[in-house]
């Protein structure tokens, strides 16, 4: 089932520069969301979205940019790298139809900062 | 605030053994919640919910979970584990927003 997508699937780059995560999702679902996945923190939402150009912050929104142009992408920048977004990172969707319905999760992008 | 523990980090488990995974949420107002399971180098999968009514949900691969509303716990069980139990698994929680707050995950660790 690859119904949502997201690339690349591992990035390394410096801390400084700016990288941009891909999500795809072929569902038209009409929520997005992007999770990071830390040791001991479990995953802590960072920007989510309800519908094309609406978004919005989760837990631990700074130090990153999402925009959400069209439906099924829903990219996540990080502005400046730093080591401690070294992180797995998950994109995931659902439908909105149904409150708090299951969410379909990506199979992660595993970011290094050095 | 709104959270969710999962106080066990690791549990490592023979086969055969019965499973319980604790998770305790603190949420004002209605709550749903959920089991997530990781597998090695997989994303992640729903494995039960609950919403409402009977407070012993079942879900996939013969895991259920119960809600106890009075302990504010949704404790996940498995009465025999397997190897291909080995997996992460994760607790979550949602009230009228649907920001899913997760748990900080137990490894189980299922040995041959």
């Known amino acids: 089932d690859a119904g949502i997508t997201q690339s690349p699937r591992y990035k390394i780059t410096e801390t400084g520069r700016q990288v941009t995560l891909m999500c795809h999702q072929t569902?038209?679902?009409?929520?997005m969301f992007w999770y990071r996945q830390d040791l001991g923190h479990g995953l802590r939402l960072i920007y989510y979205s309800a519908a094309a150009d609406i978004t919005d912050k989760g837990e631990v929104p700074d130090g990153y940019v999402v925009s959400r142009s069209k439906t099924e992408n829903f990219p996540l920048t990080l502005e400046s790298a730093t080591r401690s977004q070294t992180s797995v990172y998950f994109c995931?969707?659902?439908?909105?139809?149904?409150?708090?319905?299951?969410?379909?999760f990506g199979s992660g992008t595993q970011l290094s900062v050095l | 605030a709104q959270s969710v523990s999962q106080h066990n980090h690791h549990v490592i488990l023979s086969e055969a053994a019965s499973l319980e995974l604790g998770c305790n949420y603190s949420?004002?107002?209605?709550?749903?919640l959920f089991w997530y399971v990781q597998y090695p180098g997989q994303h992640l999968q729903l494995l039960l919910k609950y919403f409402s009514g009977d407070p012993l949900v079942k879900g996939i691969k013969g895991f259920e979970a119960e809600f106890i509303k009075s302990k504010f716990s949704f404790n996940l069980r498995k009465p025999s584990v397997q190897w291909s139990d080995t997996a992460e698994y994760f607790c979550?929680?949602?009230?009228?927003?649907?920001?899913?707050?997760f748990g900080s995950g137990t490894q189980l660790t299922v040995l041959p």
């Open positions: 569902w038209s679902h009409s929520y």
């Open positions: 979550a929680a949602s009230g009228s927003a649907r920001q899913l707050t």
């Open positions: 995931a969707s659902n439908d909105g139809r149904s409150p708090n319905e299951k969410l379909f």
């Open positions: 949420y004002g107002g209605t709550v749903n």
